[in-house]
């Protein structure tokens, strides 16, 4: 009976590999070949330099043909590091094409994962929170006082930061005195980033796809609040400085 015996296995082959599976969506020989002649550090900053790949805008029609682009880009683009990132962070700050099913409500978003694809959480954050097409997604562009759409107040917090539960450095849960798990807010505090939140609508028309969220105090709740963290914010603050008050909490 023959003996299958396994092609030698290079280290520096497979940690190249191992690289490019984290950093692109597949090696290939040549992107194998190339980080093994740069070394790590020099092919990330090369990906980092090089040319975005162009999101080409899209119109009031159907979804699909942005999707199909972005998905050769993923395929076959040669900025990989970026097309991963977009994809890493459009899995945490989420746009369903279920509820903006056109072109054009999912453009904007594309455009600011990959605007901010290297750049800092925070600024990402903040240019997403006021993008149009989460405005729709999570109704922060419909959110008006006395009764704020807590939609954007939820997510903002268990998905795009801070997630359920307190955890420790390494990653771990914090417990408390009876072994359970420590909630990092409850509704109350929904409740108060909503009315933080407050006061944010499209800038030229219903569901206006061409430019940020824009504020209207008339909509923005006034009164004092006590956001996340326990942090209060006074009576009195623009739409804009609660706004700044719950981006840095």
Do not use: C
């Not at 008006?144 to 903002?156: I, L, M």
């Not at 109350?188 to 209207?216: C, H, K, Q």
């Amino acid at each position: 009976v023959p003996v299958f015996v396994a092609p030698a296995q290079v280290p520096a082959d497979i940690a190249a590999a191992r690289l490019l599976e984290q950093a692109t969506f597949g090696p290939t020989a040549a992107d194998i070949a190339l980080v093994k002649a740069l070394g790590a550090t020099a092919w990330i900053n090369q990906q980092i330099a090089m040319a975005a790949t162009p999101i080409v805008p899209g119109d009031a029609g159907s979804v699909d043909p942005v999707r199909q682009r972005w998905f050769v880009a993923m395929a076959t683009a040669p900025d990989q590091l970026r097309q991963r990132m977009i994809f890493a962070l459009s899995q945490i700050m989420v746009v369903s094409s279920d509820k903006n099913p056109y072109a054009n409500e999912i453009t904007p978003w594309l455009k600011t994962l990959d605007k901010h694809a290297f750049g800092k959480f925070g600024d990402l954050l903040r240019e997403m929170t006021i993008n149009p097409a989460m405005g729709k997604y999570l109704a922060l562009g419909h959110s008006k006082a006395p009764s704020p759409n807590e939609d954007f107040a939820r997510e903002v917090m268990q998905l795009f930061t801070i997630g359920l539960y307190q955890l420790n450095m390494d990653g771990s849960f914090k417990l408390d005195g009876a072994g359970k798990r420590i909630p990092t807010y409850n509704q109350t505090t929904i409740s108060e980033m909503a009315r933080a939140l407050s006061g944010w609508g499209f800038a030229n028309s219903y569901e206006d796809m061409s430019a940020p969220l824009v504020a209207r105090e008339s909509y923005h709740d006034k009164g004092a609040k006590t956001i996340v963290r326990g942090i209060q914010l006074p009576a009195g603050q623009t739409a804009q400085q609660d706004m700044n008050a719950v981006m840095n909490a």
